[in-house]
């Protein structure tokens, strides 16, 4: 299968930064996607990566090293509202199949 | 407004009774798709379609089928449904085959099987 694993939470202060790590199988790899969940609702798209790099999108920030099989993601000035779920997906075969990490389940503490 | 539309959101049922859960997207997305979420697993796919008429299976089949009748509309249907199916349930739409194009998510919909 596409195992797409990622811690399964952390923990960090208000105003810090954070970096959510992800690595995932590379056989039939497109691409890799960040999306966010607050509890009891629907997860919403954070970023998209398909080229080696670093892609910034205001306080997030997204990385992707395909030869490596890695990603993270990186969130700066954190605040309380960025308590949430993140969860990593990797796209495969031709873009069928999007298979999702178990999710970090990040709390920002005062 | 864009938007995913799952119905019901809350679902109570007994072992065995058929029930359908309806999607319905209204931006002409080619790409829909089905997942559950359970705790400590992640959300994990059912099933997908490319476009009207094709579907495919993910990594959770087993207990589902869908049909893609018609662009807007992929309804997941449980023939039979176990316990085991008790879980939280999301349909997703995207353009261009799911590619380089986010996914939007309905709002969900929690069903119990008793």
């Known amino acids: 299968g596409q195992n797409i694993d990622q811690p399964t939470e952390m923990t960090a202060t208000e105003g810090a930064i954070v970096q959510i790590n992800c690595t995932y199988q590379?056989?039939?790899?497109?691409?890799l996607f960040w999306y966010q969940q607050h509890a009891g609702e629907a997860p919403t798209f954070l970023s998209y990566?398909?080229?080696?790099g670093l892609e910034e999108k205001g306080r997030f920030s997204s990385f992707l090293s395909r030869s490596k099989g890695y990603s993270y993601l990186l969130l700066k000035e954190l605040q309380m509202k960025d308590s949430a779920s993140y969860l990593c997906a990797g796209i495969y075969n031709q873009g069928g199949k999007l298979i999702f990490g178990q999710g970090t389940e990040l709390s920002v503490k005062p | 407004e864009a938007q995913v539309t799952q119905n019901p959101r809350y679902l109570i049922t007994v072992t065995g009774k058929k029930l359908t859960v309806t999607c319905s997207q209204n931006?002409?997305?080619?790409?829909m798709s089905w997942y559950r979420q359970d705790p400590g697993l992640g959300l994990r796919q059912i099933y997908y379609?490319?476009?009207?008429?094709?579907?495919d299976k993910g990594d959770v089949p087993e207990g589902y089928k869908v049909s893609r009748k018609e662009k807007r509309n992929f309804p997941l249907i449980l023939e039979s449904p176990s316990p085991n199916q008790t879980s939280l349930y999301f349909c997703?739409?995207?353009?261009?085959?799911?590619?380089?194009?986010?996914?939007?998510f309905g709002q969900g919909t929690r069903l119990t099987v008793v």
């Open positions: 379609s490319m476009n009207v008429e094709v579907t």
């Open positions: 990566n398909v080229l080696d």
């Open positions: 590379t056989s039939g790899f497109n691409g």
């Open positions: 997703a739409s995207s353009s261009h085959r799911g590619m380089n194009t986010e996914a939007f």
């Open positions: 931006m002409n997305h080619e790409y």
